[in-house]
């Protein structure tokens, strides 16, 4: 595990969002939409290291009763492979366990070879039973 880093609730500059969503390989977001995004979180974690640079972050998002979505998991490639991952899906989970009424539904979109990563705690594949779909404007 890393040391010399920050975990911190506080949500990054818009700026730094993009800038990370880049280069950990995410889709491209509007700057402004990006600022409304963040603003909305229920819950969100990042991870600074010692200069104060974003390598690390996830978001929670949702109605906050009955259905809450797992978002914006991202670590920088440069710190990739060293558990960051697991140490922000820890950070978001402790929230949802702690904070989520029963029988609400909590979701994520899982690249692959992430969802193994989800798989570790607790989350399941929907098909076939039901698939995920999206329209992306």
């Known amino acids: 595990m890393t040391t010399n880093m920050n975990i911190s609730n506080e949500a990054p500059t818009p700026n730094e969002y993009l800038e990370l969503r880049a280069a950990a390989g995410l889709s491209p977001k509007d700057l402004q939409a990006s600022?409304?995004?963040?603003?909305?979180?229920?819950?969100?974690?990042?991870?600074?290291?010692?200069?104060?640079?974003?390598?690390?972050?996830?978001r929670i998002i949702g109605d906050g009763g009955c259905f809450y979505q797992i978002v914006d998991i991202a670590v920088h490639p440069s710190r990739q492979g060293q558990g960051l991952g697991k140490q922000i899906m820890s950070e978001l989970m402790n929230y949802l366990d702690?904070?989520?009424?029963?029988?609400?539904?909590?979701?994520?979109?899982?690249?692959?070879?992430?969802?193994?990563?989800?798989?570790?705690?607790?989350?399941?594949?929907?098909?076939?039973?039901?698939?995920g779909m999206f329209k992306k404007y």
């Open 35 to 58: 600022q409304i995004a963040l603003g909305n979180s229920i819950f969100l974690t990042t991870l600074r290291d010692s200069d104060d640079q974003l390598i690390g972050m996830g």
């Open 98 to 131: 702690n904070n989520v009424p029963s029988r609400a539904y909590v979701s994520l979109i899982a690249d692959v070879p992430a969802d193994e990563l989800y798989k570790k705690f607790g989350f399941d594949y929907t098909s076939p039973k039901s698939v």
